[in-house]
């Protein structure tokens, strides 16, 4: 489930820094100067002064943790601390329960420059509570489970019961007590592929499964970058490809180890002469000049571009190892051993090492994810995960303005594809598998493609609509809707969309939640009312995400009466607009991410329902439509499908579900109506007749334990 954003009640809390209020929901405070504020709006950061400040949100951590009512067996550790230049914070935690690592617990909190808390972004919003801790599974058996669920690999295996962790698995409304697994086998990366398997401790259920290797594949790749010039460090006896100005990365030659242990035959490169490679695969060398001089502008991107100084922020660079494994087209980032592997191609493209700029910049960009949103590599975290890699390996091409690899919007396109690249960005279905348009299948469909929506929104953000010439390749930006619009340019959208991923995604973000941060991440670095921040909405409603903001410069709409003309009788049929859910959000407007396609909750009809409420702490929400046509004639009703499941007793009404039509209260659900089915529920409408309404389902819950309301199939007639 992804990130929920809803504004709850304020809970007092005074922090070490003075007497605070930590609001559920982020700041929505933003300047309206037209200026954009540099770096993404972040000041760099020294490694001892990161450090000091990871250490006192360390100590804050307690107090954080129950002023946003989460429970005594909860804790916080601080991740990372992000400074704006006007000196607010955006401190971001993991998160325990009784000791166990939560999968979907992590979570940002924002202070203003006064040190006040201003508001919270939460993977899984409010406490976190489990029956018990401990497993009906051995972790032997959840190895097993894990191995018979896996589906990235073939011949899957693991290490028994020391493969298995248990965890508490929160990506849902309902935590609940789990096992992560590494499985290895045959797979995308080769014979050396490692896929996590998540699976119900009680059960063996699969929760989920994804890749652990996030590299970029395909049937051919390669390139060098020619002539260029690359830090070394001088020895006693020669030098090595060690890059001192860069956090010490050091440039190893694996000798054809095993992507299991790349280590294992390596060893650093070094020769008596500065003058390394021949610009050909016949000499190692040529591959580690590659690696390094991309792994060299990764790193200046970030820093000139925000004040990141390396991919974790704290000045280390990453060991790389060229030459890994045999016949092995890929390249892929780990974050277990904080490297980056290269492969030397494969008889399909020439064996040419895979060591192209972009391929570096994507690469390393999974490790600055991982150590910011650490976006969940499935469903359409995944997707968003991979985008964010495209993004900003393409910033990174472009940044090195490489003669041999002009910046462009194609990814790999030095890799000798068939397609000419791996994906394009200006039209990703061009590759007959990527989504260009968001779906609401879209969290079902293989992170590298579903990763085109958001490869598509930043394009047509960057460049806008038409058709360009860029690093001269073709381009055309065309959209999901047949709007036209200018873009901001791919130097304030990679701005955008930096600033969203370390100081307001999640974990579980959904490109729905994607769209909410990057247009907070606009207001805040262009002013609410910017035209930078509308063009994002536009971006975003080109590729089906939402809808457009108004136009600054264009006064808001009349809105439409709420009662139909004399003479202009309503529908007799369905009124809703997707009342099933199939299309996701359409025609809905959601308080927080109610209307899901998990398979941690049944639907009542199709694959899409809405699941309101489920936290265990006080809390409210809303799922509406407006300018709803209630026939005029007959007996009008509202019928909708309900399951409730609840942790509460007893009759006494602790959780609510209200039904409300232009704010009166027709109906009330609680957890009293718990059951192990859906039941259709029938409300009368004839007061309505002939009328345009607002309908809402407004839930509410206590501090305690938890109810959730499984709306599905909601029609009138």
């Given at each position: 489930?992804?990130?929920?954003?809803?504004?709850?009640?304020?809970?007092?809390?005074?922090?070490?820094?003075?007497?605070?209020?930590?609001?559920?929901?982020?700041?929505?405070?933003?300047?309206?100067?037209?200026?954009?504020?540099?770096?993404?709006?972040?000041?760099?950061?020294?490694?001892?002064?990161?450090?000091?400040?990871?250490?006192?949100?360390?100590?804050?951590?307690?107090?954080?943790?129950?002023?946003?009512?989460?429970?005594?067996?909860?804790?916080?550790?601080?991740?990372?601390?992000?400074?704006?230049?006007?000196?607010?914070?955006?401190?971001?935690?993991?998160?325990?329960?009784?000791?166990?690592?939560?999968?979907?617990?992590?979570?940002?909190?924002?202070?203003?420059?006064?040190?006040?808390?201003?508001?919270?972004?939460?993977?899984?919003?409010?406490?976190?509570?489990?029956?018990?801790?401990?497993?009906?599974?051995?972790?032997?058996?959840?190895?097993?489970?894990?191995?018979?669920?896996?589906?990235?690999?073939?011949?899957?295996?693991?290490?028994?019961?020391?493969?298995?962790?248990?965890?508490?698995?929160?990506?849902?409304?309902?935590?609940?007590?789990?096992?992560?697994?590494?499985?290895?086998?045959?797979?995308?990366?080769?014979?050396?592929?490692?896929?996590?398997?998540?699976?119900?401790?009680?059960?063996?259920?699969?929760?989920?499964?994804?890749?652990?290797?996030?590299?970029?594949?395909?049937?051919?790749?390669?390139?060098?970058?020619?002539?260029?010039?690359?830090?070394?460090?001088?020895?006693?006896?020669?030098?090595?490809?060690?890059?001192?100005?860069?956090?010490?990365?050091?440039?190893?030659?694996?000798?054809?180890?095993?992507?299991?242990?790349?280590?294992?035959?390596?060893?650093?490169?070094?020769?008596?002469?500065?003058?390394?490679?021949?610009?050909?695969?016949?000499?190692?060398?040529?591959?580690?000049?590659?690696?390094?001089?991309?792994?060299?502008?990764?790193?200046?991107?970030?820093?000139?571009?925000?004040?990141?100084?390396?991919?974790?922020?704290?000045?280390?660079?990453?060991?790389?190892?060229?030459?890994?494994?045999?016949?092995?087209?890929?390249?892929?980032?780990?974050?277990?051993?904080?490297?980056?592997?290269?492969?030397?191609?494969?008889?399909?493209?020439?064996?040419?090492?895979?060591?192209?700029?972009?391929?570096?910049?994507?690469?390393?960009?999974?490790?600055?994810?991982?150590?910011?949103?650490?976006?969940?590599?499935?469903?359409?975290?995944?997707?968003?995960?991979?985008?964010?890699?495209?993004?900003?390996?393409?910033?990174?091409?472009?940044y090195a303005g490489n003669s041999n690899d002009p910046g462009d919007y194609y990814i790999g396109e030095k890799l000798n594809m068939p397609n000419g690249s791996l994906r394009r960005m200006d039209n990703p279905a061009s590759d007959g598998n990527s989504l260009g348009c968001w779906t609401s299948s879209?969290?079902?469909?293989?992170?590298?493609?579903?990763?085109?929506?958001?490869?598509?929104?930043?394009?047509?953000?960057?460049?806008?609509?038409?058709?360009?010439?860029?690093?001269?390749?073709?381009?055309?930006?065309?959209?999901?809707?047949?709007?036209?619009?200018?873009?901001?340019?791919?130097?304030?959208?990679?701005?955008?969309?930096?600033?969203?991923?370390?100081?307001?995604?999640?974990?579980?973000?959904?490109?729905?939640?994607?769209?909410?941060a990057t247009l907070q991440a606009a207001a805040d670095l262009y002013g609410t009312n910017s035209q930078e921040r509308y063009l994002v909405s536009k971006a975003w409603a080109a590729v089906s995400v939402g809808t457009a903001l108004p136009d600054p410069g264009t006064p808001t709409p009349t809105p439409?009466?709420?009662?139909?003309?004399?003479?202009?009788?309503?529908?007799?049929?369905?009124?809703?607009?997707?009342?099933?859910?199939?299309?996701?959000?359409?025609?809905?407007?959601?308080?927080?991410?109610?209307?899901?396609?998990?398979?941690?909750?049944?639907?009542?009809?199709?694959?899409?329902?809405?699941?309101?409420?489920?936290?265990?702490?006080?809390?409210?929400?809303?799922?509406?439509?407006?300018?709803?046509?209630?026939?005029?004639?007959?007996?009008?009703?509202?019928?909708?499908?309900?399951?409730?499941?609840?942790?509460?007793?007893?009759?006494?009404?602790?959780?609510?579900?209200?039904?409300?039509?232009?704010?009166?209260?027709?109906?009330?659900?609680?957890?009293?109506?718990?059951?192990?089915?859906?039941?259709?529920?029938?409300?009368?409408?004839?007061?309505?007749?002939?009328?345009?309404?607002?309908?809402?389902?407004?839930?509410?819950?206590?501090?305690?334990?938890?109810?959730?309301?499984?709306?599905?199939?909601?029609?009138?007639?």
């Open positions: 489930m992804s990130r929920k954003n809803t504004l709850a009640a304020a809970v007092a809390a005074a922090l070490a820094l003075g007497t605070v209020t930590v609001v559920v929901t982020q700041s929505t405070a933003a300047a309206d100067s037209p200026t954009a504020r540099p770096g993404a709006g972040l000041r760099a950061m020294a490694a001892d002064v990161r450090a000091e400040a990871i250490r006192t949100a360390d100590r804050e951590a307690d107090t954080v943790a129950k002023s946003l009512g989460f429970g005594p067996d909860e804790r916080l550790a601080a991740k990372d601390v992000l400074t704006d230049t006007d000196g607010a914070r955006h401190v971001r935690y993991d998160r325990t329960y009784r000791g166990l690592p939560v999968i979907g617990g992590d979570l940002v909190v924002h202070y203003d420059k006064n040190g006040k808390a201003s508001g919270s972004d939460q993977a899984h919003r409010g406490a976190i509570k489990v029956a018990a801790v401990t497993p009906k599974l051995s972790a032997g058996e959840a190895s097993a489970a894990a191995v018979r669920h896996a589906k990235h690999v073939k011949n899957a295996k693991t290490d028994g019961a020391d493969g298995s962790t248990l965890v508490v698995y929160a990506v849902g409304k309902v935590p609940v007590l789990a096992y992560r697994s590494t499985v290895t086998g045959d797979g995308e990366a080769g014979a050396g592929s490692r896929e996590a398997v998540i699976v119900d401790a009680g059960s063996g259920a699969p929760l989920d499964q994804y890749e652990l290797h996030q590299g970029i594949g395909g049937t051919g790749n390669g390139v060098t970058v020619g002539q260029v010039s690359i830090e070394t460090t001088q020895t006693a006896s020669g030098y090595t490809l060690t890059d001192a100005s860069h956090g010490g990365t050091i440039v190893y030659d694996a000798y054809n180890s095993p992507q299991s242990n790349p280590r294992q035959n390596a060893r650093a490169f070094a020769r008596t002469t500065n003058t390394w490679g021949n610009g050909t695969a016949s000499s190692r060398e040529s591959a580690a000049v590659d690696a390094s001089y991309g792994l060299a502008k990764t790193w200046d991107f970030y820093k000139s571009a925000f004040n990141r100084s390396g991919i974790r922020n704290d000045g280390r660079g990453a060991p790389a190892y060229v030459h890994v494994d045999n016949q092995l087209v890929n390249a892929f980032y780990d974050d277990n051993c904080f490297c980056m592997y290269f492969g030397d191609g494969s008889s399909q493209n020439g064996n040419t090492p895979v060591t192209a700029v972009d391929v570096a910049g994507h690469e390393m960009s999974h490790g600055v994810t991982a150590a910011t949103a650490n976006l969940n590599y499935s469903g359409e975290s995944g997707g968003l995960n991979e985008a964010t890699s495209d993004i900003f390996g393409t910033m990174v091409e472009f879209a969290g079902t469909v293989d992170v590298h493609y579903s990763s085109g929506i958001a490869n598509h929104f930043f394009y047509l953000a960057s460049e806008g609509t038409g058709a360009k010439t860029i690093g001269g390749r073709a381009h055309n930006g065309t959209t999901c809707n047949n709007d036209t619009f200018t873009g901001i340019g791919k130097d304030k959208a990679a701005a955008v969309w930096y600033r969203a991923l370390t100081a307001y995604m999640t974990s579980t973000t959904s490109y729905a939640s994607a769209r909410t439409t009466p709420t009662s139909t003309p004399t003479g202009s009788p309503s529908p007799s049929g369905n009124a809703l607009t997707n009342g099933g859910f199939e299309q996701g959000t359409a025609g809905w407007t959601q308080s927080a991410d109610d209307i899901t396609s998990s398979t941690l909750q049944p639907s009542h009809g199709g694959s899409w329902y809405a699941a309101m409420m489920g936290y265990g702490t006080s809390a409210t929400e809303s799922l509406s439509q407006a300018n709803i046509a209630v026939p005029s004639v007959g007996s009008p009703k509202l019928t909708f499908w309900l399951k409730v499941s609840t942790q509460e007793s007893g009759a006494t009404a602790y959780d609510t579900l209200k039904v409300n039509v232009n704010g009166t209260t027709l109906a009330t659900y609680s957890n009293a109506n718990a059951g192990s089915a859906y039941l259709q529920k029938t409300v009368d409408l004839s007061s309505y007749k002939g009328q345009n309404v607002k309908l809402e389902f407004a839930g509410a819950e206590d501090p305690y334990l938890t109810t959730v309301f499984l709306l599905d199939d909601v029609a009138i007639g």
